[in-house]
Every structure is written in structure tokens, then in C-alpha cells.
């Protein structure tokens, strides 16, 4: 992995903050605790049913809706793919105050993809999915609104 993409992920927001939220669903949050930085999510497979919902850094995995996990990086990062194999997240804790997030967060039909360098929304069911660069969007959040509106 190049130094390049995980510049252009750097993030610096009050917290609490949300980053990743579909027609109204909040899909990622990142908080301050006092050890650190604490992340929330909630992942999707494509039938809606979740996969992982992670709570102030705590992963609770649905038995019946995922494929594999990894867990690499001396036990920092933490990958979850899908009943067909689609990498899902990608964590990686870099410290007690960064951390590197990539996957598909996604709600309905609706998505955000979030990988080293760019950002695909699929923001309507009947559009093709736009990409963008990560360094124009990840300092406001990601926002998809009802209608089909990506805000930045």
C-alpha cells in the first residue's frame, strides 16, 4: 500500500462525527474515547441483513451472513468478506488516535465504496455509480439523501 491513499484518508473533524450516512442510516461514526479514537459501524450484505455492527470499537459478527474473516497485522486490522467472497471492511488501527477504513458501506440499494484513493456512491437505484476522489470528500462526510442527492 502506497503513503499517497492513506494521506488522502486523513480525516480531522469534531468528534463525535458522522462520515457514512444513507437516507437518513448512520453507516459510520467516529468518536474520541479517552484510550483513543472509538469507531461505530454497521455493514450490510446485498439482502440488507448485517453482517457486522461494530459499537465503540466492538465487533459483533452475524454467524449466519458472512464468509471469512481475517485478522492481520499483529492483530490491528480486522477483514470481513461476504457469503461471495466481496471484501466488506477493511480496518486497520494505526494507533490510539488513527485509523485507516475501507468497504462497502451500504443501505437498500444504495452505497458508498470506499477504497485507497477514490470514493463510488451509487446514490439511485437508476443511475450508474459516480466515483470521486477521497481527498475532495472525506473532511465533510459522506451523505446520500432521500432522492438521490450525494452531499459532501
Known sequence: MSNAGTRRFKRAAPFP??????????LLSISK????IAMSARI????????TKIIDNKFHINPNNYFRIENERNGHSLVVFDQYDNKL?????MNPNAIKIMGKFQFRELYFLVEEDEVTAKSRPD?????????????AGLVIESGGSVIR
Do not use: H, N, T
Open 33 to 36: 474515547k479517552e484510550r483513543g
Open 127 to 139: 443511475r450508474e455509480p459516480s466515483m470521486y476522489r477521497a481527498s475532495c470528500l472525506l473532511d
Open 89 to 93: 471492511i477493511d480496518i486497520y488501527y
Open 44 to 51: 450490510s450484505s446485498r439482502d440488507e441483513r448485517i453482517v
Open 17 to 26: 462525527s458522522v462520515v457514512i450516512k444513507i437516507d437518513g442510516q448512520e
